[in-house]
């Protein structure tokens, strides 16, 4: 039975279509992906993520736990900041991407992807065994709601008292404050799965409704509408933003998926994995994972075969046409000798190859940013 999130009702009244997202019942889009997608681009999209998962860790031992748990430095990561990271098996497989904020010197929250959220929080308690930590899995009491867009800090500051106001404008990329808004208490970060400037905003499931009916009025004058989760992934993918089960998995490793920079070998800690990784680093991995922009107007799916000289060379792991771009763009694995970008390969589309060209990602930079 698929599970429902606290804001399920006012999807239904915005005639959201739904899917099975994660075994949740999530609104897919309102209106067609394509407006949506334009929306969160041009000015704020509003995004139920209340499927995510929320894991507090903590105690005394808290950040040397989480480097012996995740692949990142946290040690080293100051009051208030975020770090992505990977959680990983003993083997150096992906188990699942995650966000994990610094809250206070013993506090962190792990934030995990949905379908991996019961997974990831019990491998936590299992690996914090030996550690003065306590490892509380807090999903099913918390609602997250994003808001994404160039918009996106006009509203929420029309929202805050003026005593927050500045905290909102000064909140760093991949940080997190807390705030009020709308008269609620809210953990907010700013870190977005959209390429945009954008926020996430940590609520208690009582309070989703009527933090969630807030962002929208204050939205009305600023062009955002509510989102779901088929424009969600074409943003992220135009982002050239990874999806698990997708780009990320057990069979992956850190390094072929351009992740190595997370993986950190200077940390002290053997953590999960280590043993495994630490080699890796010296070699060249055998496929890389890289961005793939079409020279004709069919795009590529994921699962697709990546040929060269009639050769099969990768598979494409996901693809669409970008609305922004104009042009389709995909994410593939290829032989690492074929990841360079200008590289001209083809993608046999159900028997007809076509032209596909390696470029750097992301593939969309939004204006202003490097």
């Known amino acids: 039975m698929t599970k429902q999130t606290a804001l399920y009702a006012q999807h239904q009244e915005l005639g959201a279509a739904f899917t099975d997202f994660g075994g949740w019942q999530m609104?897919?889009?309102?209106?067609?992906?394509?407006?949506?997608?334009?929306?969160v681009r041009?000015?704020?999209?509003?995004?139920?993520?209340?499927h995510m998962g929320e894991v507090m860790v903590t105690g005394p031992q808290a950040?040397?736990?989480?480097?012996?748990?995740?692949?990142?430095?946290?040690?080293?990561?100051?009051?208030?900041?975020?770090?992505?990271?990977?959680?990983?098996?003993?083997?150096?497989?992906?188990?699942?991407d995650l966000i994990t904020y610094r809250l206070a010197e013993d506090q962190f929250l792990v934030v995990p992807n949905a379908s991996n959220s019961d997974t990831v929080a019990a491998e936590l308690q299992q690996r914090a065994a030996d550690f003065d930590v306590t490892v509380q899995d807090q999903s099913e009491e918390t609602a997250l709601i994003a808001v994404q867009g160039p918009n996106a800090e006009a509203?929420?500051?029309?929202m805050a008292p003026a005593a927050d106001r500045d905290a909102i404008t000064s909140l760093k990329y991949y940080a997190a404050v807390r705030v009020e808004l709308a008269g609620q208490p809210v953990l907010l970060a700013r870190t977005g799965y959209t390429g945009e400037d954008g926020f996430e905003l940590f609520i208690e499931n009582a309070q989703a409704v009527q933090?969630?009916?807030?962002?929208?009025?204050?939205?009305?004058?600023?062009g955002l509408a509510p989102c779901g989760l088929a424009s969600r992934d074409s943003l992220r993918l135009e982002a050239g933003m990874p999806l698990y089960g997708h780009e990320l998995g057990l069979e992956t490793n850190p390094f072929e998926a351009g992740l190595g920079g997370v993986v950190s070998l200077k940390k002290t800690e053997n953590f999960v994995g280590r043993s495994v990784l630490e080699p890796l680093k010296?070699?060249?991995?055998?496929?890389?994972?890289?961005?793939?922009?079409?020279?004709?107007?069919?795009?590529?799916r994921a699962g697709y075969d990546v040929v060269s000289n009639g050769q099969t060379v990768g598979t494409v792991t996901s693809g669409l046409p970008s609305p922004t771009l104009g042009y389709p763009v995909a994410l593939a694995y290829v032989d690492t000798a074929l990841s360079e970008p200008g590289t001209e390969l083809q993608v046999d589309l159900r028997g007809r190859p076509e032209g596909f060209t390696v470029v750097e990602l992301p593939f969309y930079k939004r204006p202003g940013r490097s």
Request: glycine share 12%.
């Open 63 to 96: 950040a040397s736990f989480l480097n012996y748990a995740l692949v990142g430095n946290m040690e080293i990561m100051a009051v208030g900041k975020a770090k992505y990271s990977l959680i990983c098996t003993e083997g150096g497989g992906v188990i699942d």
């Open 155 to 158: 509203i929420l500051l029309g």
């Open 42 to 50: 041009r000015a704020a999209g509003i995004f139920d993520l209340s």
């Open 282 to 300: 010296a070699e060249t991995p055998e496929r890389k994972l890289v961005g793939l922009r079409g020279t004709g107007r069919r795009s590529a």
């Open 211 to 222: 933090l969630w009916k807030a962002v929208t009025e204050a939205g009305t004058n600023h």
């Open 27 to 39: 609104p897919l889009k309102y209106r067609s992906e394509l407006e949506e997608h334009h929306t």
